[in-house]
């Protein structure tokens, strides 16, 4: 931190901003968490893993009192301290999150379901630092989007929305395996299981409004294995299978959000989406699969 103001009171020594010589004020993120919004509750029908989240990285942006623009200060991975070239009471400090869409880092995106955060009491003054800690945002209204397809795999269940490939694991049997709540799914490979294929039993209906589709999800894998669609590419069509991504195996839970949009229009936004997984067992093995708090989040 030392060096960071020692090397922004130099450049400030040398460079004038607007036409003054500036010192900067800081902001500290340490992290940003979705919550329920008491205004318009996902929790009705919806469980604890419906908020299992991974924003790793915000944009933050300032509207000084004085000026009529915003700034973009830039993105930052959390936790953050930033410095700011601006001072006095802000009229908005503007806090997007963002997700690595894909699950890769240089793809990280403004992910379109969770809203902006938008501060209008900061005021920053120079070597201060406005420490926000942890910034709770909220997912967009049910007006807005829809979660047409969830699995939290919870023991009460008995069987999942999914194949018979995949189990469910009670947290009572699993222990700590399990992420969230009482259970997690799971898909047991054997070593001359060079494949294994399961997909939802149903066609799940999403709006064809918009092209923003993402399935959401907590994995764990010994093995790589593909997500796409099992649909007629055309409707009235044969069904063909294609990947929208290939995951790689992991040593203990993640999060991923998986942009389905690009593939859902190679299929004319086909209305039914048909989700399809194939676990590629290269080397032979023996291995798990665990899966948990899925959901298909769409734009209405």
């Known amino acids: ?4 103001v020692a090397a922004l009171l130099l450049l400030a020594s040398c460079n004038k901003f607007e036409g003054e010589q500036t010192v900067p004020a800081f902001i500290s993120i340490d992290a940003i968490k979705v919550v329920d919004d008491p205004a318009n509750s996902w929790l009705v ?7 299992s989240q991974l924003i790793d990285a915000v944009q933050i942006q300032v509207l000084n009192a004085d000026v009529d623009s915003e700034m973009v200060v830039g993105t930052f991975q959390l936790p953050c301290v930033v410095p700011v070239l601006q001072n006095g009471p802000m009229r908005r400090v503007r806090i997007t999150p963002v997700i690595k869409q894909n699950g890769i880092s240089g793809t990280r995106i403004y992910y379109p379901y969770f809203k902006e955060v938008v501060l209008d009491t900061v005021v920053l003054n120079p070597f201060d630092t406005v420490r926000l800690d942890t910034v709770t945002t909220h997912y967009f209204s049910r007006n807005i989007i829809s979660v047409p397809f969830k699995e939290y ?10 194949s018979s490939a995949v189990q469910i694991l009670n947290k009572a049997i699993g222990g700590d395996t399990v992420l969230t709540d009482h259970g997690c799914g799971v898909v047991r490979v054997k070593a001359d299981q060079k494949t294994v294929n399961f997909w939802a039993k149903d066609s799940v209906s999403v709006p064809i409004a918009n092209s923003y589709l993402y399935l959401e ?15 007629p590419m055309i409707a009235g069509g044969q069904n063909e299978i294609n990947s929208a991504m290939m995951i790689y195996p992991n040593k203990g839970w993640q999060k991923i959000y998986i942009n389905l949009g690009k593939l859902w229009k190679w299929y004319n936004s086909y ?17 798990n699969l665990f899966l948990d708090n899925m959901k298909l989040v769409v734009r209405q």
């Open 217 to 231: 999800m907590d994995y764990w894998s010994d093995f790589s294995f593909s997500v796409g669609f099992n649909n």
């Open 45 to 51: 029908d919806q469980n604890e893993g419906f908020y």
């Open 153 to 162: 795999f919870e023991p009460y269940q008995a069987t999942t929305m999914l």
């Open 271 to 287: 209305r039914y989406i048909k989700l399809y997984f194939t676990i590629v067992n290269s080397e032979g093995k023996e291995g």
């Open 1 to 4: 931190m030392s060096s960071l």
